[in-house]
């Protein structure tokens, strides 16, 4: 099977403090065309958002998930169906001296 796909991301970032920047932004795909398969036309996307801190010598960057925006008291309690919790990948720590 082959396909051609055409992927695009558009972000924001805003700098909230002197020390904390907030991301969002829109990444999707779209299968424009393929062979062999019977999912042709295929489109997906999702909203991404994102924490960053800078505190001197030590930063911090996490990609927050959406069922924060869609239940925010349930996604930090820990009590919501989203099984994947308040962040959606890893946190990077980093320290430079």
């Not at 393929?34 to 036309?41: A, F, L, M, S």
């Not at 994102?50 to 930063?59: A, D, P, Q, Y």
């Not at 930090?76 to 962040?87: R, S, V, Y």
């Amino acid at each position: 099977t082959a396909a051609l796909k055409q992927t695009a991301a558009v972000g924001v970032e805003a700098n909230m403090t002197d020390w904390a920047t907030l991301r969002a932004g829109y990444n999707w795909t779209h299968e424009l065309t393929c062979e062999g398969t019977d999912d042709c036309g295929n489109n997906t996307g999702a909203w991404a958002w994102g924490l960053g801190f800078n505190w001197g010598g030590l930063t911090a960057d996490m990609s927050v998930s959406s069922s924060l925006l869609q239940d925010p008291v349930g996604t930090i309690t820990g009590n919501n169906d989203d099984a994947g919790g308040l962040t959606s990948s890893a946190i990077t720590l980093t320290y430079s001296f």
